[in-house]
């Protein structure tokens, strides 16, 4: 089976430097937040070209951790995407706040002009902005900055799939002071579990955000915070600072090439691609296709034929049972990401797949009659 990911060539590949590195930390005698979190971060934050970064235990809670630097509370209104894992909405809730949801533009990324109409219905005005560079591609960072400047919202980007992304030269991340990511095994940096960082290009919500991840302590036993407990352990960082974050940039170029070629040699009228946001170095981390009609009999053709296909994300938001019960003012329809929830697939892309098992796939899209 042609898969969404593989663990066990990745594991193939790098076995004797993964346990290189877990034996460095063993030896070390120090097991949570020591040196090799300390030297990830640095490498992190140079990598992605912003001034700092905070190890956590996982995205959801450098998204949580980073709302409260920022002064996220309750009461406060969230703009952000009904299109993303629940996660972004899931941090939003745990910081006490209220989502509203704007539509997604044709890439299926925030719409900011559907933002705007959203603003202009509300009674009250939102405080924050948490737009999701999706699928790995970049959104415009100066329209976010400056529509997060004019309206008095607070930027914070969910950067979760799109570490390395560029638009316009830019990383993802820069139209905020602090953005999040996640290290789960999927994403293009992935742990060997869990783990998630926050970026910023501020001393004091670096300090805060370490303080918080580790029960809001300033000092040892000076508790001068309510935080939690999402530390990020030594053989997690060791595994990605010395195996994982070395590869990344050879990964991504291998995602690149793999969606160049779908793109290129992908010709059924069964399938849309949706455009990639102007400017956008996307890093791949998922490959998203629209299927015209029947996206269950299409996803069956390809399983047929050894190929695993996925969907990000079959259910917006908004239509979890998980948020019965949570008070989301009427912001108009969501029309376009209902069509992505409906329609949508994730063609196999990983940076372990060979150039037969591309092939693979492009040849079942091809052979596939609407
Ligand atoms: C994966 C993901 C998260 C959450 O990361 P975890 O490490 O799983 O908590 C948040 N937002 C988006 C867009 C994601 O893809």
Request: with cysteine.
């Amino acid at each position: 089976m042609i898969g969404l990911a593989d663990f066990k060539r990745m594991w193939a590949e790098d076995r004797v430097s993964y346990l290189d590195a877990v034996n460095r930390v063993g030896e070390s005698g120090w097991l949570v937040l020591g040196t090799e979190v300390a030297k990830f971060e640095e490498e992190l934050a140079s990598f992605w070209g912003l001034p700092w970064s905070v190890g956590v235990g996982n995205g959801l809670d450098a998204l949580e951790i980073a709302f409260h630097c920022e002064g996220m509370a309750r009461g406060d209104l969230v703009l952000t995407t009904p299109l993303s894992a629940f996660a972004t909405t899931l941090a939003i809730l745990r910081a006490g706040a209220t989502p509203v949801y704007a539509d997604v533009d044709a890439t299926g990324l925030l719409d900011l002009s559907s933002a705007e109409a959203v603003l202009s219905r509300l009674g009250v005005k939102p405080r924050f902005i948490v737009p999701v560079h999706l699928y790995g591609h970049a959104m415009e960072l100066e329209p976010l900055r400056a529509f997060g400047a004019k309206h008095g919202l607070t930027v914070i980007e969910d950067c979760a799939q799109s570490i390395g992304a560029k638009s316009h030269g830019r990383p993802v991340g820069s139209a905020s002071r602090v953005c999040c990511t996640s290290f789960y095994p999927t994403k293009n940096l992935g742990a060997l579990g869990d783990a998630g960082a926050l970026l910023t290009t501020s001393t004091e919500i670096r300090d805060r955000a370490r303080s918080l991840r580790d029960y809001g302590q300033s000092a040892k036993y000076v508790h001068d915070d309510i935080g939690l407990n999402s530390r990020l352990d030594e053989v997690q960082a060791a595994i990605l600072r010395s195996v994982q974050l070395p590869k990344l940039r050879e990964q991504t170029s291998r995602r690149q090439a793999i969606a160049k070629r779908y793109l290129e040699e992908i010709r059924t009228p069964a399938l849309e691609f949706p455009p990639t946001p102007p400017g956008s170095e996307s890093v791949w981390h998922l490959f998203p296709a629209l299927v015209r009609t029947e996206r269950e009999r299409f996803r069956a053709h390809l399983h047929d034929r050894g190929i695993a296909t996925g969907l990000h994300y079959p259910k917006l938001i908004t239509d979890q049972a998980a948020m019965a019960g949570v008070a989301v003012p009427k912001t108009g329809d969501l029309a376009r990401a209902q069509r992505f929830a409906t329609s949508q697939v994730s063609l196999p892309l990983h940076p372990f797949l060979t150039d037969d098992e591309v092939g693979a796939v492009i040849d079942a899209c091809n052979g596939y009659r609407a």
